[in-house]
């Protein structure tokens, strides 16, 4: 199994920046892939970017140019680096990863993130 752990999420105004992390314990060496999605009041849960183990990236149309998704150097950690943000970036974000050869999603337990205009 693995587990995951969120950080980093806060309070910005419009145009300004924020970090996320997530760190990743127990079977971290049959992680595929990570990732960061993201749920606003309402809306279904979507995703924002995906890192594979190789370090290809994937990102919604919307967080294209503004946010930079990274692993670290132990492979255990991700993070999601979130500039120029919008109001409408305002959700609770999501650390995923997908492990074992069947792709076992885990979910961390969410962090805020609010962008005041």
């Known amino acids: 199994q693995v587990q995951l752990v969120e950080s980093g999420g806060g309070l910005v105004q419009a145009g300004g920046s924020l970090r996320l992390s997530c760190v990743a314990s127990?079977?971290?060496?049959?992680?595929?892939?990570m990732g960061w999605y993201r749920q606003a009041p309402g809306k279904q849960r979507e995703l924002v970017a995906t890192?594979?183990?190789?370090?290809?990236?994937n990102y919604a149309d919307s967080v294209k140019g503004r946010f930079t998704i990274s692993r670290g150097n132990a492979k255990n950690t991700v993070y999601l680096q979130m500039g120029s943000l919008k109001p409408e970036d305002t959700a609770v974000y999501y650390c995923?990863?997908?492990?074992?050869?069947?792709?076992?999603?885990?979910w961390g337990q969410g962090t805020q993130v609010t962008v005041s205009s």
């Open positions: 127990g079977s971290i060496f049959s992680i595929n892939a």
């Open positions: 890192v594979t183990s190789a370090g290809w990236t």
């Open positions: 995923n990863a997908a492990y074992g050869s069947s792709r076992v999603d885990s």
